[in-house]
């Protein structure tokens, strides 16, 4: 298990940031970690990247202790803040030296120079590398972020908002990075963009107001409102409004243009085969039939509305 978390509770003051979260994240799995502004995501990936301390509970990284053996841990752990904190005045390789002295254990010194051209390739910095980083587009600075979580080779990842303010094309590339490099470690980040969950994470948690609500694969967590179906169908000719809504389970039924019905169905049965009955009995052929699956963003805001929560450690940041 390369991350175990147990009973994590986080207080400022008498305010709970996170109150008696658990959760496990196993070897290669790339997990989205979500809620709303304010629910605790960060303050969870500071304390397990040893930033800063839990109030109680614990967790193991790599199977190390956070509490008790942080310097291990560190070493297990490529971080991104979700502000990447980069010195703005360093040429590209330059940061990266620096960046790779501070892991003489794991990167010795003549091995250094390979490490970086390592870096340079995955990333992409390629053309970029001789710039100072005040120069790069933000997207080469998340470049930049990624080569220093990773130069060290660690065994997990934890990337906080990594896309964040990025254009679709860079988006589309740190995306396919993430998702390659997910291959071989253990991938935890945080993010608004449920495309981007949906596109490279096996698997959801979802935190709101510090407890987790959530903690499925990526296609599960799309079903966690109920079992609410909703199917599209297309007849070739007019048929029964009054008839869809008497079939078992449908609770609404909605035409969106002729001959075509979306049903809306709170059932565990697969209404699909009833529609086909339904056509035969009334002399209809069906032209086409989907299942939508539900999307992300609805199960999101189903899960986090009334969010009201503030987190102390941010509310009074300008």
């Not at 009973?7 to 809620?35: D, M």
């Not at 303050?43 to 800063?52: A, E, R």
């Not at 056509?279 to 699956?293: F, G, I, P, Q, R």
Request: charged fraction near 25%; proline fraction near 4%.
């Amino acid at each position: 298990m390369s991350i175990k978390a147990e009973a994590i509770t986080k207080l400022y003051g008498t305010q709970k940031a996170l109150h008696n979260v658990s959760f496990e994240i196993k070897t290669g799995e790339i997990v989205a970690f979500l809620g709303p502004n304010g629910a605790g995501k960060s303050t969870m990936m500071k304390i397990l990247t040893c930033f800063i301390p839990q109030t109680s509970g614990t967790a193991f990284v790599c199977g190390y202790n956070i509490a008790e053996e942080s310097i291990a841990v560190r070493k297990c752990i490529g971080y991104l803040a979700e502000h990447n904190p980069l010195y703005q005045d360093m040429y590209v390789r330059e940061y990266l030296t620096f960046i790779a002295g501070l892991h003489p254990d794991k990167i010795p010194a003549r091995a250094v120079p390979e490490r970086i051209k390592k870096m340079i390739e995955i990333t992409g910095l390629g053309i970029e590398q001789k710039k100072k980083i005040g120069a790069l587009s933000k997207g080469y600075r998340q470049r930049v972020g990624l080569a220093q979580a990773l130069i060290h080779d660690p065994k997990v990842l934890i990337l906080d908002e990594p896309t964040t303010g990025l254009d679709p094309n860079q988006l589309t590339e740190i995306r396919s990075l993430i998702k390659e490099v997910g291959k071989e470690k253990t991938v935890m980040l945080s993010t608004h963009i449920m495309q981007e969950v949906i596109a490279i994470c096996d698997r959801v948690i979802i935190i709101n107001k510090g407890e987790i609500v959530a903690d499925d694969s990526t296609k599960n967590i799309q079903k966690t409102k109920g079992n609410k179906q909703i199917i599209t169908v297309e007849f070739d000719k007019a048929s029964n409004e009054g008839s869809l809504k008497s079939l078992p389970g449908v609770t609404d039924v909605r035409k969106t243009k002729e001959n075509t019905w979306q049903i809306i169905a709170d059932t565990e049965q697969d209404i699909r085969p009833e529609l086909f009955n339904f056509a035969v009995k009334n002399n209809l052929s069906v032209l086409t039939l989907s299942k939508e699956e539900e999307k992300l963003e609805d199960v999101f805001k189903e899960l986090t509305k009334n969010n009201t929560f503030v987190n102390p450690e941010t509310k009074n940041s300008p």
